[in-house]
């Protein structure tokens, strides 16, 4: 967990900034209700922990490429 807002807290300001923002979330239980709830948004995408910088590289390719 971060220090001052959780990962939903973060998306929403995010959000608030710019909608079209792409975002992934890195949790190591995603399981999680609230990783759930959030994975239901639809610029967001879903990284495990630990991961490689290879795995995250990839998952950053992927989302930046998608079409809106």
């Not at 900034?17 to 992934?24: C, S, Y």
């Not at 994975?39 to 079409?67: D, G």
Request: charged fraction near 30%; glycine fraction near 2%.
């Amino acid at each position: 967990s971060m220090p001052v807002m959780s990962g939903a807290q973060v998306y929403e300001e995010l959000f608030s900034f710019d909608p079209k923002i792409k975002v992934i979330l890195a949790s190591g239980n995603p399981n999680d209700k609230r990783v759930k709830k959030l994975l239901k948004e639809k610029n967001i995408t879903f990284q495990t922990k630990p991961f490689t910088f290879e795995k995250l590289a990839a998952k950053v390719n992927w989302l930046t490429s998608r079409k809106e």
